[in-house]
């Protein structure tokens, strides 16, 4: 029986996944795994008994990544299983900057009470409201992952000229682009060719603040910027100098802080895109399938932390290691077992070992193994 230690609700078409094997409870003392949405997670204590954390979402900085990593607690998140939302709110985000609709809505409800001359008034004043079509404009696309892919094909179809930037697109996922998606190694051709730019990008060391002064003033004037990924990725006193200027036309972003709300040419939401039942049922499902692979097999899909291995279940006993990525670590695991095969992702590794024997005391005490489990 494992115990899943769940931190926010958690769709029931999710814990559902999980079967008759398994207890999903808000407390318990000695989890197997953890499953969470926003909860944040840098200040729990984690017990030994805690294998693996599943993200039901893309993002996990409210998850101590590299402590889970020092631990061998595997990191799941579940990319792709919110794009189709995210890219709506994106498209919406898109018309809402261009057409000033909600500009219109509040205008609007200040005529209530004028009777049959809302009609006139409507006509006389509708003009302060005009804004250009998307339609022929060029939308550069920074990151092309689940969601910005999508969000790209999507806006060919809507007839824009699309232009995208990805250094680490993957042949399959260029594959899955609209033939008349362009793509550039260059971030400067965005900025330069672009009517609408999107951020579709983690947040790192490397994109904090990417969308600056500096580049700013790299676009185009009257550019609108959509930021649908993380608040970090924008500087939003940069932001606000390009709106007050007239450089950009429209802010729009899913991340509402204090220092933009309110603000002319902002469009503030409060992080909604995800927040659909179809994007949390198939956040919940990706989760917790990631979870049950990796208590029952060994194997481990969409971690952020560890290498990919997909397995099937094993015929007999199973060992798996977590250890530094280091020959001479892998090389005593080796020693131990013949059997053992090894995969790697930066400074971690993973080793698995199909094998009857008895050989997980052994290779615990090797120095630079982190954690040795038994699968039977």
Excluded at 121 to 134: A, D, L, R, W, Y
Aim: proline share 3%.
């Amino acid at each position: 029986m494992y115990n899943v230690l769940t931190l926010n609700k958690i769709a029931k078409i999710g814990l559902a996944q999980l079967g008759d094997n398994y207890t999903a409870c808000d407390e318990c003392a000695a989890p197997d795994a953890v499953l969470v949405r926003s909860a944040a997670m840098h200040d729990m204590e984690f017990p030994q008994s805690l294998l693996a954390i599943a993200r039901a979402g893309a993002g996990t900085n409210n998850i101590p990544i590299d402590k889970c990593t020092d631990k061998g607690i595997v990191v799941f998140n579940t990319p792709g299983a919110n794009a189709n939302a995210v890219k709506e709110l994106v498209l919406t985000g898109m018309l809402l900057s261009s057409r000033n609709v909600l500009g219109g809505i509040e205008w609007a409800k200040t005529l209530k009470g004028n009777g049959d001359q809302v009609g006139k008034m409507v006509e006389k004043g509708k003009s302060q409201f005009v804004g250009p079509e998307i339609m022929g404009k060029t939308l550069g696309v920074i990151g092309l992952g689940a969601i910005g892919a999508l969000v790209a094909n999507a806006c060919v179809a809507l007839g824009m000229s699309v232009i995208g930037y990805d250094p680490f697109l993957t042949p399959a996922a260029a594959a899955r682009l609209d033939a008349a998606v362009k793509t550039t190694d260059n971030l400067d051709d965005i900025y330069a060719a672009s009517d609408y730019i999107t951020v579709h990008v983690p947040l790192t060391a490397d994109t904090k603040a990417m969308i600056n002064s500096e580049t700013i003033s790299k676009m185009k004037d009257s550019v609108r910027i959509m930021n649908f990924s993380r608040d970090g990725l924008v500087n939003s006193t940069d932001i606000l100098a390009g709106i007050n200027s007239g450089k950009i036309a429209a802010y729009v972003t899913d991340f509402a802080t204090d220092d933009i709300l309110g603000e002319q040419g902002v469009i503030a939401l409060p992080h909604l895109g995800a927040s659909t039942p179809e994007s949390e049922d198939n956040c919940a499902v990706m989760a917790a399938k990631e979870i049950k692979g990796y208590l029952e097999t060994g194997a481990i899909i969409n971690s952020v932390n560890m290498p990919r291995v997909e397995l099937d279940k094993a015929n007999g006993a199973r060992v798996t290691v977590i250890h530094k990525n280091d020959e001479a670590v892998a090389a005593q695991i080796k020693a131990v077992s013949a059997e053992a095969v090894t995969y790697t992702r930066g400074n971690v590794a993973y080793t698995v070992i199909d094998t009857e024997a008895d050989v997980a005391d052994k290779i615990a005490a090797v120095d630079g193994v982190i954690r040795v489990r038994v699968i039977k």
